[in-house]
């Protein structure tokens, strides 16, 4: 109960209103792929992308 009363009054004080720790699971699943795809074009330049690859070091495994 405690959690909850101070999660209301953080989401009151940021002007979100006590409530709307109701809404934001519904806000979320109604984001698409669309929305997500739009926005992404605003901030992501592909020219300026760098690719990092993870993984196991295999050009040692391949000397061997």
């Given amino acids: 109960n405690d959690a909850f009363g101070y999660h209301c009054a953080l989401d009151e004080l940021y002007g979100l209103g006590f409530r ?9 699943t109604n984001v698409t792929a ?10 992501l330049d592909p020219e300026g992308r760098t690719e990092v690859i993870v993984g196991p070091d295999v050009s040692k495994r391949l000397q061997a």
Wanted: proline share 0%.
């Fill in 34 to 43: 669309a929305d997500v795809q739009r926005v992404a074009q605003g901030y």
């Fill in 20 to 28: 709307a720790g109701d809404t934001y699971a519904q806000c979320i």
